[in-house]
Structure formats: structure tokens, C-alpha cells
């Protein structure tokens, strides 16, 4: 991506946030430090105006750590820039999951860049591990990524995308009732190392800020009803390389799906067809118990479209994953209530806008 699309990017985000003053840059790849000059362009850019603009900035960035090196990784934080770097296990699972484009494993790789990183830069990062059908034992992912130095943990389950992906790729996926029934049990079991960890005081929610259990705790504790469920074309924006502007980056390069581009903005007939049918979720679910509490965002707009070819249609298995995590996140939070009543507000810590404990440090 030029320089001048990232600008007109965030041009755009700026002339669509309305009364919003905390906004969000997520950079995102492939590898987006492939392309470092661009991405701290862009957060000068939005340093420099964010007080004209009368907004505050945030700065997210998901890399596979290759090129992370302790320089980089300092200078991108002093910008304010929050960094996952994704490690998917133990070496040998690792490198199955993310070799390089010739084979060979970027487990190595990554792990030099990391025992090379000061301690005050460490603890800020935040380690990040896919969850796949080829090695689905969250607790010992978890646990792998405290044991490489992180203080900070993210778990997410691989998750279909409708970009016509083969069947070889597909392998990656939890798609038969047999690998969602023990991605259920391995949840089960995480739950379990997280309320031994957290009665400990050894783990917390700022710590394990973007991971989805907890934030689903945090959505009980608080009370908290989700108001308008997936932020698609409404509370977020994806840019292509080439200014093309899409409801998120689930949907990046679905010729459909395309909203406009970023010399003339969100076409209003484009944004309108694609809310009105994705609004049609509503009625799908209305009768769910859960509604409150997911409005379709434990069914994501893009596998929906994926499986059913529909955004609006939830996907069952992503529907029964989320009443799983729903029933543990219920029974973790009542046995945390009962064991460490005088810490859950500490616990919990609420920040709506989720800046992988940006305040922390």
C-alpha cells in the first residue's frame, strides 16, 4: 500500500467517525512490516492531526514476528503502536502452521527476535496463538506463550473465510461436528487454567485484553448488551492496497462486497443494499436466547456468507461454539465471584475501545 492510500485512509475514517473520538488503526496483512515505511507514515499522520481533528488515535498491528526485531518493535511502541505477534505453539507445530514461502519453519526465526527484546519491551507485546484442528490444546498454547515470555495472551480458533479457500487450506478449520465437540472440551479446559491463574492473581483481563472468553465474562459482569452486534460498514472500514474500501477485512478483495474506494468514499446505494441485508440477522435470531448478548457476532457476517452464501443466515456451528464459551464464561465468572469477590472490578478493568492494555505499562 502507497504512502498516499493509507493517508486518503485515514481521511476517510476521519469524515465517517461522527461524534466517535476514539478510533482505531488496525494494521493488518499478510506482513505488514513487509511494508514498515508506510505503516509509521500513517501513525505520524494521524499524530500530527489527531488534536485538529479533535480525536484520540490507537494503534493495532497483528505480525508473525519475522521481522520484529527488538528496534522496531521499540519504536513501534514509543508511537504508541500495540503489537501481537503470532505464535502458534511449540516449533514443531508452529512451522506446520506458518512456514515461509519455502518451507522451512519461522519458529527460529521468531524466537531469536524475541530473546533479543528488553524486558520493558517484552512484557508489552502480546502473544498470539491460532488455534487449528492439527494441534487444538489450548492450554498447553497458552501456556507455551507465558513460557516464551509474555505477559499478555491471545487464543483464537482458526475460522473459515469465504475467499474460496481449497480444500488442502480447509484442513486448517474446525468443520466437522467431531473437531467443533473437542474444540468444545479444549475450551472447557482453558476455562479451568484461567481460573486457577486468575484466583492466583497470576492473570487477569487487561492481560488477556482481545481474547474472546473473557471479553464474554466482561460482557456479564458488566451487564453489558451488545448494541448493534457485528461493526461491519458501520463501526469499521477495510482499505486494500489498491483504496478499495470493504465492510472488514473478512470481505477484502469479494468484488461484491466492495463499498467504494477512497477517492470518493463509501458509495451511499453500495453501504445501504449491504446494511439492509445484513440486517435481516435480526429476524434470524430474535428468538435466541443469547441475543443480548451476541447479535450475530458469534456468527460472523463472512462465514455466514462462506457457508450459506447469505451474511445474514448464522452459521450453526459458529452459533452452538458460542453458546459453549457462553455457558463457561457464565460458570468461570461465578466461581471467580465466589472465590475472589473484592477483585473482579480490578479483574474486569472495562475500556470499550480495547487497546490490548494500552495503560498498562
Not at 519491551?121 to 506463550?145: E, H
Not at 478499495?244 to 461484491?256: D, K, M, N, Q, R
Amino acid at each position: 500500500m502507497p504512502i498516499q492510500v493509507a493517508r486518503k485512509a485515514v481521511d476517510i475514517l476521519i469524515g465517517s467517525c461522527g461524534k466517535d473520538k476514539d478510533l482505531v488503526v488496525d494494521f493488518y496483512g499478510g506482513e505488514p512490516l513487509l511494508n514498515l515505511k508506510t505503516l509509521l507514515a500513517t501513525v505520524d499522520y494521524c499524530r500530527k492531526n489527531q488534536k485538529r481533528w479533535g480525536v484520540n488515535f490507537h494503534f493495532l498491528l497483528a505480525t508473525n514476528g519475522t521481522l520484529l526485531t527488538p528496534k522496531i518493535a521499540g519504536t513501534l511502541l514509543k508511537k504508541g503502536v500495540q503489537i501481537a505477534v503470532s505464535i502458534d505453539g511449540s516449533k514443531k507445530v508452529h512451522d506446520r502452521n506458518r512456514p515461509f514461502a519455502g518451507g522451512k519453519g519461522s519458529f527460529n526465526t521468531i524466537t531469536r527476535n524475541l530473546k533479543g527484546m528488553p524486558k520493558g519491551v517484552l512484557k508489552r507485546l502480546v502473544g498470539r496463538a491460532t488455534v487449528t484442528p492439527f494441534y487444538p490444546d489450548m492450554s498447553s498454547l497458552y501456556k507455551n506463550l507465558r513460557k516464551l515470555g509474555f505477559e499478555r495472551v491471545e487464543l483464537f480458533e482458526s475460522e473459515d473465510a469465504c475467499h474460496r479457500l481449497t480444500p488442502q487450506r480447509e484442513r486448517f478449520f474446525f468443520s466437522t461436528d467431531r473437531q467443533h465437540r473437542r474444540l468444545c472440551r479444549q475450551y472447557e479446559r482453558l476455562a479451568k487454567r484461567y481460573i486457577k491463574d486468575t484466583v492466583s492473581g497470576f492473570l487477569d483481563y487487561r492481560k488477556t485484553f482481545f481474547n474472546r472468553f473473557f471479553k464474554l465474562m466482561q460482557r456479564l459482569y458488566y451487564h453489558h448488551e451488545v448494541t448493534g452486534g457485528c461493526p461491519a460498514a458501520v463501526g469499521q472500514l477495510a482499505i486494500d492496497i489498491d483504496g478499495g474500501i470493504y465492510p472488514c477485512t473478512s470481505f477484502l478483495g469479494i468484488e461484491e462486497f466492495k463499498l467504494g474506494n477512497i477517492n470518493n468514499g463509501p458509495e451511499k446505494k453500495k453501504l445501504s443494499i449491504f446494511l439492509k441485508t445484513v440486517s435481516k440477522r435480526f429476524k434470524h435470531c430474535r428468538g435466541c436466547l443469547l441475543f443480548s448478548l451476541c447479535r450475530t457476532t458469534g456468527s460472523c457476517l463472512n462465514i455466514n456468507y462462506y457457508f450459506n452464501r447469505d451474511p445474514a443466515l448464522p452459521y450453526q456451528k459458529s452459533c452452538e461454539l458460542f453458546r459453549e464459551k457462553m455457558e463457561l464464561a457464565i460458570a468461570t465468572l461465578s466461581i471467580l465471584s465466589e472465590k475472589i469477590p473484592e477483585r473482579l472490578e480490578e479483574l474486569f478493568g472495562f475500556d470499550p475501545v480495547g487497546r490490548r492494555g494500552n495503560k498498562l505499562y
